[in-house]
């Protein structure tokens, strides 16, 4: 099978690139296929055929959460990253494409004057993954702003899912069981002033940066946060005295302790070594299971 597979629809189209490229973690071997349709059209037809040629078939958005094995990904890896729309609707309603990444789409709210987006400036990924994953930060979950999610189901239709029909809750969205792949997500946004939008932002900005999000390649928190454990999973890896502690390349963060880094030349190996000794250590130490948040493709 030849990249020629996808001939006919309009996408760049790849064949053995390396997933490093394309993840915050720069980790990760080579993908059979990596496809990245320009329109939803494109995007559907990726998949039918990927399908029909038996390939297994991953969505990938801006790669912020992802971590790829060592020995690549023998399948079609389709980027939504080409999918990257953004208007708004005099209503506030505003519409973005699920690959358009979610701090621009916070961006283009509030140079609107339109607020609720806000938080998620400077987070890494695409609006189709902070769906996904239901992102949240800075107390803002991005199904408190979603109102609509435009989503291709498992049998080929294009549907529709009201964000208050449930099934969102702390990092959860049903799209993580579903199987869907989500298109477009539609946000209600309320009138709000351009400069202190900016002002809020540049602040979240800051505090990223400050907590050294942006100084090593990492793919953001890698434990959830459980109320029962009664501390944050940060602050109990880092009672712990784990800061620092490295495997190979993996490094936990010197910033932040429920951060993993790659310090160098990280392996996926690496990676999962460490979080499994975290695992360990603090099942041990309180009897608490830690989930993980990051996923493993
Ligand atoms: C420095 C840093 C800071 C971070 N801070 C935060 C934070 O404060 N809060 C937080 O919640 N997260 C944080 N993260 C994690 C990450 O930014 C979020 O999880 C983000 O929402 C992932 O989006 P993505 O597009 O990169 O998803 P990806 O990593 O590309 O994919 C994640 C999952 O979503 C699926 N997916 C992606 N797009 C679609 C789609 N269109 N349809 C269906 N499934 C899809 C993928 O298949 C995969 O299973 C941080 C990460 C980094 C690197």
């Known amino acids: 099978m030849d990249k020629g597979l996808f001939k006919g629809i309009d ?6 690139e390396r997933m490093a490229l394309h993840t915050t973690f720069k980790i990760g071997g080579p993908a059979r296929f990596f496809v990245v349709p320009k329109d939803i059209e494109s995007l559907i037809k990726a998949r039918e055929i990927a399908i029909q040629a038996g390939l297994k078939c991953f969505i990938l958005g801006g790669g912020a959460n992802v971590l790829f094995p060592d020995e690549g990904y023998d399948g079609a890896v389709i980027s939504t990253e ?14 973005a494409g699920c690959g358009a990444a979610i701090s621009d789409v916070a961006l283009f709210a509030s140079k609107a004057g339109r607020a ?29 702003a979603l109102k609509v999610a435009v989503y291709l189901d498992r049998d080929g239709n294009i549907c529709t899912l009201d964000a208050a029909s449930g099934g969102f809750d702390y990092k959860k969205s049903p799209f993580q069981t579903n199987g869907g792949i989500i298109l477009e997500g539609i946000f209600a946004t309320t009138g709000g002033s351009a400069e202190d939008l900016s002002r809020e932002m540049e602040s979240y900005e800051k505090d990223r940066r400050e907590k050294g999000h942006f100084a090593y390649p990492c793919a953001g928190s890698v434990f959830k946060n459980n109320r029962s454990f009664g501390l944050p999973s940060g602050k109990i890896i880092d009672n712990l005295g784990l800061r620092g502690y490295t495997v190979g390349g993996a490094k936990i963060s010197e ?30 130490a309180t009897g608490f299971q830690l989930e993980r948040e990051i996923i493993y493709v």
Do not use: W
């Open 82 to 95: 080409g999918l990257n729309q953004i208007f708004l609707e005099t209503n506030g309603l505003l519409h």
């Open 11 to 16: 996408a760049d189209v790849l064949t053995q």
């Open 255 to 284: 910033h932040h302790a429920n951060i993993i880094v790659n310090s160098g030349n990280a392996t996926a190996k690496d990676v999962k070594e460490l979080v499994s000794l975290v695992e360990d250590k603090v099942r041990e």
């Open 116 to 144: 609720g987006l806000q938080f998620f400036y400077s987070m890494p990924g695409s609006t189709g993954g902070a769906i996904y994953m239901n992102a949240r930060c800075y107390n803002a979950s991005i199904s408190d």
